[in-house]
């Protein structure tokens, strides 16, 4: 069955307006959601750590600062904008002492909630509004009357209002003028860690790398492996974002569609499906996000050391000269 879309004539931005809002932190989505919660008519407070590098933007977008703590005292909502490696420890720090009955707690992933680094009291909302793009798309959608697709998610409702607040908050971000669908906290951690794993990010760099490699050992020049392997991911990716899958191969050529139908298959294969089961499984279990806290609490080690070994691959030599030869690509926009 096909998930309800919540839009804009359904949710009701009033229950929000009443109430004021605490960002903790002012990075991308901080920022974004800080800038869209004023816009929208909601009282905003941001609550930075004194150190804090991004202390100086949020001063110059003109927004009140202060503490974490003296930030939760004054909301009824508050949006954690925090790195999931940090949540945990700014939470026990600095939050929870504050907490008082009736409160919401916000997350843009579901991460510190579905592996319980954070243990929120039973006497508040607990809930996730998290936007399907990067903060400065959800900032810039907004300016121009448009949206970023959000997704939400009930945690905890203590107040039996929290439902109706969640969306409300997605309303005031933008969300709900493109469309809102509900998950769990569950589904949306899972899925989003799986994607980044095996599609998005460790899938596609190391796809991309592998077929890199594989001209440059047949005697292909670098260069013209890379504009093939990586350069050119960009247009097909944008492609698929715009039009989905079929309306990709409606747009290239006939021969491009052929080697995509039948050697696609044959390169992502049952094997490769079976390890991507694997991942799931790990990530379900949470040895993926036990291992992950290990390293981040051990210095990390493995985690640094690999980042330099694929720094220093040659896809990455060659990119940096081809990249070079393309000005707009240095453009700010």
């Not at 899972?190 to 991309?208: I, K, N, P, T, W």
């Not at 896809?315 to 926009?333: A, F, Q, T, Y």
């Amino acid at each position: 069955m096909l998930a309800k879309i919540f839009n804009d004539k359904e949710v009701d931005l009033r229950p929000l307006l009443e109430k004021t809002c605490a960002v903790l932190g002012f990075g991308a989505q901080g920022r974004a959601h800080a800038l869209n919660l004023r816009d929208s008519g909601v009282p905003v407070v941001v609550g930075l750590r004194a150190k804090s590098r991004s202390r100086s933007a949020a001063r110059r977008a003109g927004f009140c600062l202060t503490t974490a703590a003296l930030a939760i005292r004054r909301a009824e909502v508050i949006f954690l904008a925090l790195p999931d490696t940090k949540m945990a420890e700014i939470y026990d720090a600095e939050i929870a002492s504050n907490l008082r009955a009736g409160q919401m707690l916000l997350f843009a992933h579901g991460f510190a909630i579905h592996y319980r680094t954070i243990v929120p009291p039973n006497d508040v909302d607990v809930v996730m509004v998290a936007p399907k793009g990067l903060g400065p798309m959800v900032r810039t959608q907004f300016v121009e009357g448009k949206g970023v697709p959000c997704v939400f998610a009930i945690a905890q409702d203590a107040t039996g209002r929290a439902r109706q607040l969640a969306l409300a908050y997605a309303k005031a971000i933008g969300g709900t003028r493109a469309g809102v669908i509900e998950t769990t906290f569950r589904e949306e951690t899972e899925a989003d860690l799986f994607a980044e794993q095996a599609v998005l990010c460790g899938g596609m760099s190391a796809l991309v790398t592998a077929g890199f490699e594989t001209l440059v050992k047949a005697g292909y020049q670098p260069e013209i492996a890379y504009f093939e392997c990586l350069h050119e991911l960009k247009f097909i990716v944008d492609l698929m974002h715009r039009a989905g899958i079929s309306g990709m191969r409606q747009r290239i050529s006939e021969t491009a569609k052929w080697g995509d139908i039948t050697v696609g298959p044959a390169i992502i294969d049952a094997s490769v499906r079976a390890r991507m089961r694997g991942v799931l499984e790990k990530i379900q279990s949470g040895k993926f996000a036990q291992g992950w806290l290990r390293e981040t609490a051990g210095g990390r080690k493995r985690y640094n050391k690999l980042l330099a070994q694929g720094k220093a691959q040659p896809i990455d030599k060659v990119g940096e000269r081809v990249r070079s030869l393309m000005s707009w690509l240095h453009e700010k926009p």
